[in-house]
């Protein structure tokens, strides 16, 4: 099992950041990819953005050219930053971690941090 504690959330203005942060608890296995997805009221849960273990990195359209995701594999932790944001990207903002271990591949979610953004 690995906990994922999310932190970083908070009420901000548009334009602008916040940082997020995703630590994942260690049990001996390294982790595949980091990934955040993010849920407003009403709205499906989508991708925001996803980094391998190898840095190869994805970003949902609404992240392009204003977020930020990189990980420190040392600290078992992942990060969003996240610039210029609109009262769009209010959600819950979730971590995920994809684990390969000899019992096959887990998914692992945090319990979501809130960011709120005012107009």
């Known amino acids: 099992q690995v906990q994922l504690v999310e932190s970083g959330g908070g009420l901000v203005q548009a334009g602008g950041s916040l940082r997020l942060s995703c630590a994942a608890s260690?049990?001996?296995?390294?982790?595949?990819?980091f990934s955040w997805y993010r849920q407003a009221p009403g709205k499906q849960r989508e991708l925001v953005a996803s980094?391998?273990?190898?840095?190869?990195?994805m970003y949902g359209d609404s992240a392009k050219g204003r977020f930020v995701i990189s990980r420190d594999s040392a600290k078992n932790s992942a990060y969003l930053q996240m610039r210029n944001l609109k009262p769009e990207d209010t959600a819950v903002y979730y971590c995920?971690?994809?684990?390969?271990?000899?019992?096959?591949?887990?998914?692992?979610w945090g319990q979501g941090t809130q960011v709120t953004v005012s107009s």
């Open positions: 260690n049990n001996g296995f390294s982790i595949t990819s």
């Open positions: 995920n971690a994809f684990q390969i271990t000899d019992a096959g591949g887990h998914n692992y």
């Open positions: 980094i391998s273990s190898g840095d190869m990195i």
